[in-house]
């Protein structure tokens, strides 16, 4: 996927937005431990860790953007073991009604779907499961996933 600038002309071979979202997997919602991390890798796949020390610091998991400059301009996220900046995390309730309505409705483009919106979460969370992370599948078997 090639990423371009807004207000260039070249939409038909790119896409003018690339999300990517990872999920951290705890193993209870009151002990809150991380069991491991999955992140998004192009497309419609994720990757993971299980193996977390030399991917977390402290309680947070390390994550770095990486934006491809070649022909392709790919956008991804990956762990990284380098320690950098702490970024709030926005929970999508935080969000007004207007940016969800946005994420919702809007026409990113077959390649660039917003996972983390109502319409794709779930999915998400299903194409993004670790075999053996505790609770994910009563989770999902229980249709009650909640944002966090």
Do not use: C
């Amino acid at each position: 996927m090639r990423g371009i600038s807004p207000g260039t002309s070249d939409a038909d071979s790119s896409v003018r937005h690339a999300w990517v979202n990872t999920i951290v997997w705890l193993n209870s919602t009151e002990n809150q431990t991380v069991v491991g991390i999955t992140y998004s890798q192009g497309g419609a796949g994720y990757a993971f860790q299980t193996s977390l020390d030399k991917y977390m610091d402290d309680t947070h998991p390390k994550m770095v953007y990486y934006k491809d400059d070649s022909m392709d301009g790919f956008h991804t996220i990956n762990a990284t073991e380098t320690a950098g900046d702490f970024h709030d995390l926005i929970d999508w309730t935080q969000l007004t009604a207007k940016a969800r309505k946005g994420l919702e409705k809007g026409d990113f483009g077959q390649y660039t779907p917003v996972r983390f919106n109502d319409g794709n979460f779930k999915n998400s969370i299903v194409m993004g499961s670790i075999d053996g992370v505790l609770a994910y599948k009563q989770w999902v078997e229980k249709d009650s996933l909640a944002y966090m």
